[in-house]
């Protein structure tokens, strides 16, 4: 969102905000302590295998959710729905992501076909370069104050969708909409504002909650994804 035609658009006139508190979620995760061994050749073999298990539940996890968009039930997607298989793992691909993926992956022989042979070990080789990796709070952050330099907390309805929609990676008319059913909260004069302190929260928090449990949230990692390039 770095466009110079949108610095500075935060709401300026004096309206009654609603007062919003945001608090940041911290989620916290525990691990077991491991008493550490010596270099030696004998802690190569437990490295090893923590490797491989690894690798084996990243594979079992795309195969999955590759299978749950597989309508014909022969293992194969349509080209179109690539985005929405990393997006339900919680990946933001870009748009240019996904065109390089297409190009690897789509059947030749059948065209607007993927197969989950050619898929898997692309996208598995792909996350462990950390590609489709989502934005952080403080990237998130970083983007949307460029378009509030007061530092307000607020920015305008029309000043996100103009920067959405014009700068880096463009929202799609029902992407904006998806995104402002979320963030989008209505002062007493009628205007709408995003009080976006808050609404990273929620981006953060959902994300946790698809990570955890599974539910998969495309608006937000759309989101993440193309606000994030704004920068």
């Not at 983007?143 to 607020?154: E, N, Y």
């Not at 995003?194 to 929260?201: A, C, D, R, S, T």
């Not at 759309?222 to 704004?230: D, I, L, V």
């Amino acid at each position: 969102m770095s466009g110079d035609g949108h610095r500075g658009c935060s709401p300026t006139d004096a309206v009654a905000v609603p007062t919003v508190t945001t608090t940041t979620t911290t989620v916290v995760t525990s691990s077991s302590s491991v008493k550490p061994t010596s270099s030696g050749a004998g802690s190569q073999p437990a490295a090893a295998a923590g490797l491989s298990s690894a690798s084996a539940c990243t594979a079992a996890a795309i195969a999955d959710a590759f299978d749950i968009f597989d309508h014909s039930g022969n293992r194969t997607i349509d080209v179109r729905e690539l985005g929405t298989v990393l997006r339900y793992l919680g990946y933001v691909p870009s748009q240019a992501d996904l065109r390089e993926l297409a190009v690897n992956v789509e059947d030749h022989e059948a065209t607007g076909t993927v197969h989950l042979a050619a898929f898997l070990p692309y996208v598995e080789n792909a996350i462990s370069e950390y590609k489709y990796q989502p934005a952080s709070a403080s990237e998130l952050l970083s983007a949307f104050r460029a378009l509030d330099p007061d530092r307000t907390g607020m920015i305008s309805r029309e000043c996100i969708e103009s920067a959405l929609k014009h700068d880096g990676e463009p929202f799609e008319d029902e992407e904006l909409e998806e995104m402002m059913s979320v963030a989008a909260v209505e002062t007493a004069t009628g205007s709408m504002v995003i009080p976006y302190e808050l609404y990273i929260n929620k981006i953060l928090v959902t994300k946790w909650d698809t990570e955890q449990y599974g539910n998969s949230t495309t608006t937000i990692t759309t989101t993440n994804a193309k606000t994030s390039n704004r920068k």
